[in-house]
């Protein structure tokens, strides 16, 4: 077993398209459209075969609170891996994406999280050699 698809939601599938592809890097997978919706994909251009991740609409009622909870509260929907946590920041805070925490060492990793404008707090995380 293994994971193929996972999801995150998002206000707006064409906005967050852009900011996923556009200012994030990823590429996209699929774009098939489903009613006033898409089955909509972006996966990772250093890893092809890696896991897609879904951008899925947010209109079911249960999505508002539990993502207002957990921007409330800091605490991230997601985490990517970076190779280099400091030219990640660097990069994305030139394209204007806004940090909620920058980089932070947590003795095994660095890490840092910020608002994808999608809903969403993302965890970047850049784990230490050992």
């Known amino acids: 077993m293994k994971i193929a ?14 900011f996923y592809t556009d200012v994030l890097g990823f590429i996209k997978g699929h774009d098939i459209p489903l009613g ?6 972006v996966r990772s251009p250093e890893s092809p075969d890696s896991p897609e991740l879904l951008l899925e609409p947010s209109s079911h009622p249960a999505v ?3 993502r207002d909870a957990l921007v409330e509260d800091g605490i991230p929907l997601a985490q990517f ?5 400091g030219s990640e920041y660097a990069r994305l805070t030139e394209k204007g994406v806004v940090f909620t925490q920058p980089p932070t ?5 660095i890490m840092a999280v910020f608002d994808d404008t999608c809903g969403n707090l993302i965890q970047l995380v850049e784990m230490k050699q050992s």
């Open 36 to 41: 006033d919706d898409f089955w909509l994909t």
């Open 81 to 85: 891996a970076v190779e280099d946590l």
């Open 105 to 109: 060492d947590i003795g095994m990793a």
């Open 5 to 18: 698809l996972t999801s995150l939601f998002v206000d707006d599938q064409r906005a967050a398209l852009a």
């Open 64 to 66: 508002k609170p539990y």
